[in-house]
Nanobody, 114 residues
Framework: QVQLVESGGGLVQAGGSLRLSCGASGIILSLTAMGWYRQVPGKQRELVAG???????NYADSVKGRFSISRDNAKNTVYLQMNTLKPEDTAVYYC????????WGQGTQVTVSS
C-alpha cells in the first residue's frame, strides 16, 4: 500500500520561503516520476513541478525560477523548495507519484500573506 506524507507547509509572508517534504512508504520514489500539485478551493488541482526518473525537472510557468523540486533517494523523499512566495501561491500542496494514479497524501497547507 502506497502512503504519502507531505509536510513543511505553513504561514509565510510574501517574499518568504518554505521547503515542503514528501515522505513515502510502499513505493520507491526514485523509480517513478513525481509531481508536486496544488489546489485551492473551487479550482482544479494543478501540477506545479515534476521530476522524472532521470531527474529531469519541469515547472509550471507561474513558479519557474522560484520553485525547485528535488529528490533524496537515500531518504525516499521528494522536496519542493519554494522561494519568493506570492499570495497566489496559497494552496494545499500534494505530492503524487505519476505511476500510481490513486496515491495521494493529505496535503500540506501553504498560506502566503501579503
Amino acid at each position: 500500500q502506497v502512503q504519502l506524507v507531505e509536510s513543511g507547509g505553513g504561514l509565510v509572508q510574501a517574499g518568504g520561503s518554505l521547503r515542503l517534504s514528501c515522505g513515502a512508504s510502499g513505493i520507491i520514489l526514485s523509480l517513478t516520476a513525481m509531481g508536486w500539485y496544488r489546489q485551492v478551493p473551487g479550482k482544479q488541482r494543478e501540477l506545479v513541478a515534476g521530476i522524472a526518473r532521470d531527474s529531469n525537472t519541469n515547472y509550471a510557468d507561474s513558479v519557474k525560477g522560484r520553485f525547485s523540486i528535488s529528490r533524496d533517494n537515500a531518504k525516499n523523499t521528494v522536496y519542493l523548495q519554494m522561494n519568493t512566495l506570492k499570495p497566489e501561491d496559497t494552496a494545499v500542496y500534494y505530492c503524487h507519484p505519476i505511476t500510481y494514479p490513486a496515491a495521494w497524501g493529505q496535503g500540506t497547507q501553504v498560506t502566503v500573506s501579503s
